[in-house]
């Protein structure tokens, strides 16, 4: 019997796409280790840079909102006790395997305490979630005091570049097609059996949640962070970077604005 458990492995994903090319593919479910071999050790330590850069030296415990496939997640672990959130079963299981702590469950409600130093979420996760949505989320995981790190696509681009990648195992190849839209990638999957030259091509399409740095401030403040400061990464082009401090609690800070309301 397999075993459930264990990540799915590129000749499973292929062997998907192969026995019913007209099937749902994505990378939340059969194509995962496509998701994961895009996911290089470089692009894991960038954005762990890039998080661990603005936190202050008090922090301990971490949150990653939406860590996927663990590849920030596994970083941020070197330094911290670090805890993932994602509703995506079959990513989870790459970072479980390796022995890192994740939870099942919505990253813009995650089903945790207010007990972190720090919350952070980089664009993979962003760009699925509106970044109002995943500000109140941070709030609502952080002690008083605790800091929210957020990085958010203003391109689609920034989540994938246009273009074309071939991956390769001992019997399958995989041609990876990359289309962006204004608002939204479309990936076709090209796969060759090298045994008896069977080929197939899959589609998915994913909607880009995007965002300003005006946006990005506002979201913060509404969710009811102070000391909030957002700011384009230069050596992330599309990409903006906010943090801020959930306020510690004198008796009469400002809950947090909940999506849709206003002052």
Do not use: N
């Not at 672990?77 to 959130?85: L, M, P, S, T, W």
């Not at 813009?108 to 972190?116: A, D």
């Not at 696509?153 to 399958?172: F, K, L, N, Q, W």
């Not at 969710?223 to 050596?235: Q, Y």
């Amino acid at each position: 019997m397999a075993d459930d458990r264990r990540p799915p492995t590129f000749s499973d994903a292929c062997a998907a796409v192969l026995a019913d090319p007209s099937g749902s593919h994505s990378v939340r479910t059969t194509l995962a280790p496509i998701y994961a071999r895009t996911r290089s050790e470089e692009w894991g330590k960038r954005r762990a840079r890039l998080v661990t850069s603005r936190f202050p030296a008090d922090v301990d415990r971490v949150l990653e909102l939406g860590c996927g496939v663990g590849t920030v997640l596994q970083r941020l672990g070197e330094r911290y006790e670090a805890i993932g959130v994602d509703d995506r079963g079959a990513q989870l299981r790459f970072p479980a395997t390796r022995g890192e702590a994740v939870v099942r469950g919505d990253p813009s409600q995650p089903p945790l305490r207010s007990t972190f130093d720090a919350v952070c979420a980089v664009e993979d996760a962003t760009g699925r979630s509106s970044a109002i949505d995943l500000c109140v989320a941070g709030y609502t995981v952080l002690r008083p005091g605790g800091i929210a790190v957020i990085a958010a696509p203003t391109d689609p681009s920034a989540i994938a570049e246009p273009g074309v990648e071939t991956y390769s195992g001992s019997r399958y190849l995989l041609e990876r097609a990359v289309d962006v839209t204004d608002s939204a990638i479309v990936v076709d999957y090209r796969v060759t059996d090298r045994r008896d030259g069977e080929r197939a091509v899959t589609t998915e399409r994913r909607a880009v949640e995007t965002t300003t740095a005006d946006k990005l401030t506002a979201a913060f403040r509404a969710a009811g962070f102070e000391e909030v400061l957002v700011a384009g990464e230069s050596d992330l082009p599309g990409v903006v970077v906010g943090r801020g401090v959930r306020p510690v609690d004198t008796g009469d800070s400002a809950e947090p604005l909940l999506p849709g309301t206003e002052e």
